[in-house]
């Protein structure tokens, strides 16, 4: 291993985020096989983000190398024998009758290790398993308890959109995401549209909350009260297409004003203070 100036992205079978690696020499190009080092031996691996970075101290592994034809034949025939080494990898946790979800497995490029992940409530106590699956495998076993969001790329499917979850497609890092997000959009209240596949929150909702942040920070607030022509009347919704905030006046419905009569109101009560507030209803509030 040595220090690196610039890296690259390479996705290895075996770990759902994306690795830094050292081209050092080596010309690369995105969507490029390579073999590269790792804890566990020689693994190939996809090229993506290359990209010049400066590291610092970073200690990065090297990539070893172009794949070759051998390499890519040798990486097909370990995904055959991963499969058959998945069905009984499953047999015996039914046998030992353990709470585990197996998931995936692969081999390493060497031969010598197989990498599985698998999903589970707690924690689980594989090492009998792993005793008996040794001498049946014949090679050295990682087991990898991943969580819902990590399951969720694995397996993947389609969102609440009709697309391809994000993280299965391109999304690589997850961020934080608050409730406080679903909120300052208007769709909160109804866990049905806020959760993704993995039962969180959806990774998307970060996607437009800084637009939401922006154009609402001098505006008032989801629940406050305010003085609109001589009346009382309540903020329940944000339009950030047409610049507009919609107001909600008693028994005379609901008006849309422009974002600059919205910073001249003045603010009765914050959504704190109005009695008639209630975190639980979400019949006053709507979303764009």
């Excluded at 999903?119 to 308890?145: G, S, T, W, Y």
Aim: hydrophobic letters at 40%; glycine letters at 6%.
């Amino acid at each position: 291993m040595r220090t690196a100036t610039k890296y690259v992205g390479v996705h290895l079978a075996t770990v759902t985020k994306p690795t830094c690696y050292d081209p050092g020499e080596l010309t690369v190009r995105a969507g490029e096989l390579v073999v590269v080092e790792t804890s566990r031996g020689l693994e190939l691996g996809k090229v993506i983000l290359p990209a010049p970075y400066d590291s610092g101290n970073v200690i990065i592994c090297p990539i070893v190398r172009s794949a070759t034809l051998e390499d890519i034949a040798t990486e097909q025939r370990h995904r055959l024998q991963a499969a058959e080494a998945l069905a009984i990898i499953r047999s015996r946790v039914y046998e030992f009758d353990l709470p585990m979800q197996i998931l995936s497995g692969s081999i390493t490029l060497d031969g010598n290790c197989i990498v599985v992940e698998f999903a589970a409530e707690n924690r689980i106590d594989f090492r009998h398993l792993v005793k008996d699956l040794a001498p049946r495998l014949r090679k050295r076993i990682e087991l990898h308890q991943i969580g819902t969001r990590d399951r969720a790329t694995l397996i993947g499917g389609l969102g609440l959109c009709g697309r391809q979850l994000c993280c299965e497609n391109w999304l690589k890092d997850f961020s934080s995401i608050s409730i406080k997000m679903a909120k300052l959009q208007g769709i909160m209240f109804n866990p049905y549209r806020i959760s993704g596949a993995c039962g969180r929150l959806m990774c998307c909702l970060k996607y437009e909350h800084q637009v939401y942040s922006d154009f609402t920070a001098n505006l008032p607030k989801l629940g406050d009260t305010v003085k609109y022509e001589d009346d009382k009347a309540k903020v329940v919704g944000y339009n950030i297409a047409r610049n507009t905030i919609s107001l909600q006046r008693p028994e005379k419905g609901i008006v849309e004003i422009s974002i600059e009569e919205a910073k001249q109101l003045q603010i009765i009560a914050t959504y704190e203070q109005n009695a008639n507030y209630s975190k639980n209803e979400d019949s006053d509030y709507l979303s764009f």
